[in-house]
């Protein structure tokens, strides 16, 4: 059985974690899964919009499975190649991905959900980084995704103390998008997705490329880039779809071309 499991409805990919009789953990095999299937995701033109899921009621991932990955880790200290690689790092994957935490979102876990860009939790999901507690780093992300999702000095008390924060809490500091009831979880994510799935793909995935890539220049630099990639848009077929619907008063059949 896949530690992640990867599925597909119509355009949207679902990632799911099913490794519950280990609160989700993510061990060597998972992340070396979760890379090939997220490779897959960007690879294939057919699929808009993916959603990384957990398993059952009561976590979404633990973080890093500590038993097999810190002695692993400690072995390859200085031979980063040995290890698989960090989560969403370097893969350039401009799709939109949404994270449906379902629990506990910790560790690697809380790592995991900042990679995506939107988080929807249910009214049971907690959220921390409890690295420093094992003396270790946060090293999959969270220590430059999360000052960069909620205000500095927030992100240094959870990174610096291991501070565990629930649901509502993460949602009045910005950290999430919206809570929701654990049973409504899958479907306002799918929903949200579907929604997504109906607007241009090619404008979407532009979107989030300008967005991140500009958070790291000045504005006048992300402006320039931005009216960069705005030419490009317009010569994409979805643009001519687009415009065409509009003048027509009809809905757009966007093709991702």
């Known amino acids: 059985m896949s530690i992640i499991e990867y599925t597909t409805k119509g355009r949207i ?11 989700g953990a993510l061990n060597i095999e998972a992340l070396k899964q979760l890379q090939k299937n997220l490779l897959d995701f960007r690879d294939n033109d057919e699929l808009w919009v993916g959603i990384i899921a957990g398993t059952g009621n009561k976590v ?25 690689e960090g989560i969403l790092r370097g893969h350039h994957l401009w799709k939109p991905l949404i994270a449906a935490c379902n629990g506990a979102t910790l560790g690697g876990g809380l790592e995991l959900a900042l990679a995506c860009d939107i988080i929807i939790a249910s ?16 090293g999959g992300g969270g220590t430059q995704r999360l000052p960069r999702a909620i205000p500095v000095h ?52 532009t979107a989030k490329e300008v967005m991140y890539r500009g958070l790291s220049m000045s504005l006048d630099d992300g402006l320039q880039l931005e009216d960069d990639f705005q030419k490009y848009v317009f010569s994409t077929r979805d643009f001519a779809e687009g415009i065409a619907a509009f003048r ?10």
């Open 123 to 138: 009214q049971n999901a907690s959220f921390g980084l409890p690295e420093v507690k094992l003396g270790i780093c946060p």
């Open 60 to 84: 979404f991932s633990a973080g890093m499975d500590a038993k097999e990955y810190l002695p692993f880790a400690k072995s390859t200290a200085g031979k980063p190649w040995q290890r698989p």
């Open 13 to 23: 990919a679902i990632f799911t974690i099913n490794r519950p009789e280990a609160m």
């Open 248 to 257: 027509e008063k009809r809905k757009p059949k966007f093709e991702g071309k």
């Open 154 to 205: 927030l992100a240094a008390e959870m990174l610096f103390t291991g501070k565990t924060i629930d649901a509502q809490e993460a949602y009045r500091i910005g950290l999430i998008n919206k809570v929701v009831p654990i049973d409504d979880l899958m479907s306002e994510a799918t929903k949200l997705a579907e929604n997504m799935c109906e607007l241009g793909p090619l404008a979407m995935r």
